[in-house]
């Protein structure tokens, strides 16, 4: 375990649903992140918190919608997501935007959108 | 945009052997630089870093090289075990309006032969 959990680890979805992603870091870190990970391709940064505010959003559709209620924890609500979703989303965590070095990963929600 | 890239997606090397992993990037205002290691069904975790000031930092078993003048990176692990088997990234840091971010290449999947 690295520090920082992703619940749950794989999901299925149909276009119509809706469902969260789930991640926590009990760290002490203040910056949180969501990236899409899909095949041959680099890691996409989707969302940046920074002490719960939202402070990046990288041109990412309004399917996806993060929550951060607190530094320690933050949500991804999918709902009306395409086939091409799918892909492994990756929760990371650092100590600020001042602290690159430190990135800590979850291990992922692998996501497949039916 | 500029990007940070591997020269080859995938690496075969048999089992005790050293083995390189290459990153061209071109951001050349970049100060600072990450592999990390992303085993099957885990999150990326770090490996090495090195700053721009630096052209070579050793850690156990791992070598990182810098060269600013082509802008490469590479990765050099000795005696590699099959635990090593995993796909290697590389990132760069961004500074945007004060606040860093991570840049990351595709990734090069290396697998150890036993």
């Known amino acids: 375990e690295t520090g920082v959990t992703q619940t749950p680890r794989h999901l299925v979805m149909g276009m119509t649903n809706k469902k969260s992603l789930k991640c926590e870091q009990h760290?002490?870190?203040?910056?949180m992140y969501w990236y899409k990970q899909s095949a041959k391709k680099p890691l996409e940064l989707m969302f940046v918190y920074n002490f719960k505010e939202q402070t990046e959003n990288n041109s990412v559709p309004s399917r996806f919608s993060p929550e951060c209620p607190n530094s320690s924890h933050l949500f991804l609500h999918l709902h009306t997501l395409q086939p091409e979703d799918s892909a492994l989303y990756l929760c990371?965590?650092?100590?600020?935007?001042?602290?690159?070095?430190?990135?800590?990963f979850g291990s992922g929600t692998r996501l497949t959108v039916v | 945009g500029e990007s940070v890239g591997l020269h080859l997606p995938t690496l075969s090397v048999q089992e005790g052997d050293n083995s390189i992993i290459n990153c061209a990037y071109s951001n050349s205002a970049s100060d600072y630089f990450i592999w990390y290691k992303q085993e099957s069904g885990k999150g990326p975790q770090f490996i090495i870093d090195i700053r721009s000031n630096m052209d070579k930092r050793q850690g156990q078993r791992v070598t990182v090289l810098l060269n600013k003048t082509v802008k490469h990176l590479s990765l050099q692990i000795a005696a590699t075990q099959p635990g090593d088997s995993a796909v290697y990234f590389c990132?760069?840091?961004?500074?945007?309006?004060?606040?860093?971010?991570?840049?990351f290449g595709t990734g090069t999947r290396l697998t150890i032969i036993p």
């Open positions: 990371a965590s650092s100590q600020d935007l001042k602290e690159s070095y430190g990135y800590t």
């Open positions: 760290l002490g870190h203040n910056a």
């Open positions: 990132a760069e840091k961004e500074v945007n309006f004060g606040n860093e971010k991570l840049t």
